[in-house]
């Protein structure tokens, strides 16, 4: 991890950028089984899923939510802070062995009650090996501005 100021002022429109891998295994989706107390037979019952139309066992959603939000976050930026998500979309499913990695591509930027900050929106997107997206949401930051915006 490293730190990388950037103000609203900063970011623009389309710019990309994009993770490495990481594959998904049988231990995750058990700890996350775990934590969450969600021991569905989708997630936990080979053989009940070997039954069903998709064939074997499915990762959690929110397992997937938040190892693409934790392949994201290798900078902080003491300038800008979370705000939350927005139109999460599990869109494909994620299977043990599935591989990995994230873009996030700034797609908006617009103005806060505060005139000293704005709203960047970060379109996140997890990609498994088949270049399929299986998730994807908008990080909302808010962020500080270098100067607060006229007219607010």
């Excluded at 730190?3 to 989706?29: H, K, N, P």
């Excluded at 379109?123 to 915006?149: S, W």
């Amino acid at each position: 991890m490293h730190i990388r100021e950037q103000y609203f002022d900063d970011y623009e429109v389309g710019q990309q950028r994009e993770t490495l891998g990481r594959t998904i295994t049988e231990t995750d989706i058990v700890l996350h089984a775990g934590q969450t107390g969600d021991f569905f037979p989708h997630h936990m019952d080979a053989e009940w899923c070997a039954t069903q139309p998709f064939g074997q066992r499915i990762a959690h959603g929110t397992l997937i939510f938040s190892v693409a939000v934790g392949m994201t976050a290798s900078e902080i930026n003491p300038r800008a802070f979370s705000y939350g998500y927005d139109r999460l979309r599990f869109i494909k499913p994620v299977h043990i062995g599935d591989t990995l990695h994230c873009t996030v591509t700034v797609a908006e930027k617009r103005d806060h009650k505060r005139p000293q900050q704005g709203v960047v929106v970060e379109r996140l997107e997890a990609i498994n090996q088949r270049g399929e997206t299986v998730m994807a949401c908008d990080h909302l930051l808010i962020a500080e501005r270098r100067e607060p915006a006229p007219g607010q």
